[in-house]
Each structure stands twice: as C-alpha cells, then as structure tokens.
C-alpha cells in the first residue's frame, strides 16, 4: 500500500466546477484537487504520483537531510489530503503546494529549535580548511557540497526565499504568496540570504 492510499478516507463530495480564466493545467490539477476532496481515491493518487518528487525534492533543498525530507514529504501530503477541499484554484496547484510544503518545513525548524538564526551566524563564521580537488569532476562536485552546505545554515526564512527564487525559478510576486508575506519582504530575506551566503562562502 502507497502512503497516499493509505491515508485516503472517504468525505463528502464537492463540487467540480472550474474557475473561469484558468490554463488546461491548472483546471485539471483543480479537477483532480476536488475529485480527491470528494473521496476519489484514484484522484488523490493521480496528485500524489504527479507531485511527490516535487515535494520531496523542495523538503531536501530545505532540510539537507534524507531521512527528514522523506518524513516531511509523507507529513505534507497526510497535510494534504485533510487541506485539499481548501484549494479554490486562484493561484497554481504547484505554488499552493509549494506553500503547504514550505510552511510545513519552517513548523518543523520551529519544533526542533535548531536553526536559530544566532547560532547558525556563530557556527558561519567558523574558519573551514580548503581543499584541493584531484580533477574538475571532483571541483564540481566539492563545489556543490560546499553551496549545499552554505545553504543549510541560512535561517529558515532567508533559506526559503532563496531556495524558491533562485533555485525553483518563482517570481517575486509567487515567492511572496507562497511565503504568505509582502513582496518586500520576499526581496528583502532573498538579498540577505545571497548576502549571508557570499560571506559563508568565501569564509572556506
């Protein structure tokens, strides 16, 4: 058995009508979205194989953690099959899932109390010994630890408005939504998280 079918439970069914004005995507993603909150099984099955590797791989990019972002993934979609008859199709499935994904991340930072902005600005200034690579394979590679590793000790907030902006490709105005916060503030945690990195960066 699937997580998704196991956590499937009949409820009452909804209407399927679509929002007006919406792209053949967003209106099956929609359709898909109240088929499953009416109880169709095979729907929220459908939402689960289309969307896990999406969702997962967000969790991942925020926690630095395989077994953390299996367990949040699993958390996320048990999230949402109890949220799903919420979404109304005013914005994209995807950003709306984005945004059950990241508040769902930042509840599990906050329960763990274990990124705390001021001991991850104690441990970045932290000297870090360098290291020459054998080959450009392994450069790249070491490269990639080391920005992964940068990104991990970003505050939760700065962490997101990073990750969403300039590693999924959202806009400013999508960043925000998701976020549930101002537009400003979505630039303002992006030019300090790029700010944070540079300076833990170039610390190794």
């Not at 929002?19 to 053949?24: D, L, Y």
């Not at 709306?96 to 200034?125: C, I």
């Amino acid at each position: 058995m699937t997580t998704a079918e196991a956590i499937l439970t009949p409820t009452a069914p909804v209407s399927c009508e679509v929002p007006r004005e919406v792209t053949p995507e967003r209106a099956s993603d929609f359709a898909l979205a109240q088929r499953a909150a009416g109880g169709d099984g095979q729907a929220f099955e459908e939402l689960f194989r289309q969307y896990r590797r999406l969702v997962y791989g967000l969790c991942l990019r925020m926690t630095q953690d395989v077994a953390e972002a299996e367990d949040v993934t699993q958390e996320v979609f048990v999230l949402l099959f109890r949220k799903i008859g919420g979404f109304r199709g005013e914005a994209s499935f995807t950003t709306w899932l984005h945004r059950l994904t990241v508040n769902q991340v930042l509840m599990r930072f906050r329960k763990k109390k274990s990124r705390r902005e001021d001991a991850l600005e104690d441990d970045a200034l932290r000297p870090h010994e360098s290291v020459r690579p054998a080959s450009p394979k392994a450069a790249q590679l070491i490269d990639r630890i080391t920005l992964e590793s940068a990104i991990a000790k970003l505050p939760p907030g700065y962490r997101a408005a990073f990750i969403l902006h300039d590693v999924e490709g959202y806009e400013h105005e999508e960043v925000a939504r998701i976020l549930g916060c101002a537009v400003g503030t979505s630039k303002s945690q992006l030019h300090k998280a790029r700010t944070k990195l540079r300076k833990l960066l170039a610390a190794r």
